[in-house]
Nanobody, 122 residues
Framework: DVQLVESGGGSGLAGGSVRLSCAASGYSVSTGYMAWFRQAPGKEREGVAA???????TYTYAVAGRFTISKDNVKNTLYLHMNNLKVEDTSMYYCAGAPLVHSPLEPYEYNYWGQGTQVTVS
């Protein structure tokens, strides 16, 4: 079975930094697409950042220049480095994976999902 387990969420101050991790089992981050999504109460789930097999990233406009997505193929772990946090970054963050995607920031493209980790910025 595929399991994606997020960690690293919590509370942070505006302008600060947080790093999220997503440990994968039963699925290889090196051979598939991986992404981070977020969903705030009452809002739709939105794509934040994605990374392809070769490590090339894609970011939504709201986080470009502030967030960095990366992966460690040996540890089979996905990361999201969140810098210069804003209050509007407050959300539940989910990692997701899929063997192949055409639209990297669209939730419907992804087969596997973690349980989410909360990030609160004040």
């Amino acid at each position: 079975d595929v399991q994606l387990v997020e960690s690293g969420g919590g509370s942070g101050l505006a302008g600060g930094s947080v790093r999220l991790s997503c440990a994968a089992s039963g699925y290889s981050v090196s051979t598939g697409y991986m992404a981070w999504f977020r969903q705030a109460p009452g809002k739709e789930r939105e794509g934040v950042a994605a990374i392809d097999r070769a490590g090339a990233p894609t970011y939504t406009y709201a986080v470009a220049g502030r967030f960095t997505i990366s992966k460690d193929n040996v540890k089979n772990t996905l990361y999201l480095h969140m810098n210069n946090l804003k209050v509007e970054d407050t959300s539940m963050y989910y990692c997701a994976g899929a063997p192949l995607v055409h639209s990297p920031l669209e939730p419907y493209e992804y087969n596997y999902w973690g349980q989410g980790t909360q990030v609160t910025v004040s």
